[in-house]
């Protein structure tokens, strides 16, 4: 009985579409996700709207550099890891050059902050050295982190991979209890826990990773960087436009007041769970429509590129009108925020846009065209500012940016597609099933 139980779980294992180790990453980011709302909730009520305010634009800032710059250096670890590691051979020497060129980049982004600060970066974090400590210190952790990131997702470790984002969200929220508890409400310690958490959760998904990263061949420059400039134009456009709502406010809205950020990431955030649970699984798409593009089976392609868009604008459609519904009444009962429906709704429809342009960008990675799949995302990126000035008051200036960010990528995105789908069906490269 229990090898037939045994030999089930396996057969339903083999036939799932998605690929090995998402369940518990998914877990991880659940968890992760859950906790990141309890932080942000035990802040904004420890600290007051002003305070708070200014750790939303330093948590925009964080995950707009953090990933944006350093996501890319974990994917070419993890590719790396995953080549020499078939072949049998050491991931250290590979470490140690992304940490180099990992340090490099820190070094520049370092640089550039500082030059930042006198030209409106001060302004932004309310002038408090603090939260550029705060800053400075997050993005050291994060580029750590990805690190680690990179040879535990290299070396098929995800079970360590979801420890990750548990740890990271539950030491964050559990350093802003205690700092609760002691009744700190200064911001620049809810600041620091930011990169601490990052800190703290590589350390504890990092143990017993010694053994897999052991001496091998030279690791050259040219086996970490073919790929990651095109990586850093992408993940440095797509953190933005999830991620720069709250900072962009800070800059349009100054007459609202501080705490003006803080209302803005609050509505934020609860309008993004569709898309939370969107990146938790994005990562199996790629592989249906990599799988029909590599049969020759463009019809097969096209059809299942037809039914991940569909059901993404369902999702994104049905997410607008629960959100915009709904989310006012959650955000005024987590954090005593007000935000009209029409807030919410646009936040939602942003957040809807954003995940058809990933959508469509995966059907251009799968028919190998990455550069391609770029071009939406950078559009979007130079789309929002545009739209900023429009004349209306800044929370609806910034909302409207964002949808029209999206909604420019998505476009732009969609028709690259089609013409490259029609490209293909004519010139025979890919045969049709029919």
């Known amino acids: 009985m229990e090898c037939r139980i045994r030999r089930k779980l396996a057969s339903l294992r083999e036939r799932s579409p998605l690929p090995v180790g998402t369940a518990p990453i998914v877990v991880g980011l659940v968890i992760n996700g859950a906790t990141t709302y309890g932080f942000l909730v035990l802040a904004r009520r420890s600290m007051g709207d002003e305070a708070y305010g200014g750790l939303a634009v330093l948590w925009g800032l964080v995950y707009i550099l953090g990933p944006g710059l350093f996501q890319p250096l974990e994917q070419e670890v993890a590719r790396a890891t995953a080549s020499r590691g078939a072949k049998g051979e050491g991931s250290a020497p590979v470490l140690y050059q992304a940490a180099r060129i990992g340090g490099a980049g820190l070094l520049g982004v370092f640089a550039g902050l500082l030059v930042a600060w006198p030209l409106g970066l001060a302004g932004m974090l309310d002038h408090r050295v603090d939260l550029f400590v705060a800053l400075v210190l997050a993005l050291a952790a994060f580029g750590a982190a990805e690190l680690a990131r990179g040879i535990l997702s290299g070396r098929h470790l995800f079970d360590n991979y979801a420890r990750y984002f548990a740890a990271e969200g539950l030491s964050r929220m559990v350093l802003a209890a205690l700092l609760a508890a002691t009744g700190i409400a200064a911001v620049g310690p809810y600041g620091l826990t930011v990169g601490a958490a990052f800190a703290v959760a590589t350390v504890v998904a990092a143990r017993g990773v010694r053994p897999f990263v052991h001496p091998g061949p030279p690791a050259p420059m040219r086996e970490l960087t073919p790929a990651l400039g095109l990586l850093l134009a992408t993940s440095l456009s797509e953190a933005f436009l999830l991620n720069v709502g709250p900072v962009a406010l800070s800059i349009v809205g100054d007459d609202l007041g501080p705490e003006a950020p ?117 559009v979007g990126v130079v789309a929002f500012p545009v739209a900023l000035q429009l004349p209306h008051d800044p929370f609806l200036r910034v909302e409207i940016g964002l949808v029209a960010a999206v909604t420019a990528g998505a476009t732009c995105t969609g028709a690259l597609l089609r013409y490259e789908f029609a490209r293909h069906r004519n010139a025979g490269a890919i045969s049709a099933s029919s």
């Not at 955030?269 to 898309?275: H, T, V």
């Not at 007000?338 to 429809?349: E, I, R, V, W």
């Not at 342009?357 to 251009?364: F, N």
């Open 262 to 378: 803080g209302v803005f990431l609050n509505g934020l955030i609860i309008s993004r769970i569709p898309l939370f649970f969107f990146q938790a699984v994005k990562a199996s798409m790629l592989p249906a429509l990599s799988a029909r593009a590599a049969e020759g089976d463009l019809d097969g392609f096209r059809e299942t590129q037809l039914r991940l868009v569909a059901a993404v604008v369902v999702v994104a459609t049905l997410a607008v009108g629960v959100i915009g519904a709904l989310g006012p009444w959650v955000v005024e009962q987590l954090f005593g925020d007000s935000l009209t429906s029409q807030d919410m709704a646009l936040l939602a429809a942003s957040g809807g846009g954003l995940m058809i342009l990933v959508a469509l960008s995966l059907g251009l990675v799968a028919l190998d065209h990455t550069r391609l799949a770029v071009v939406g995302f950078v």
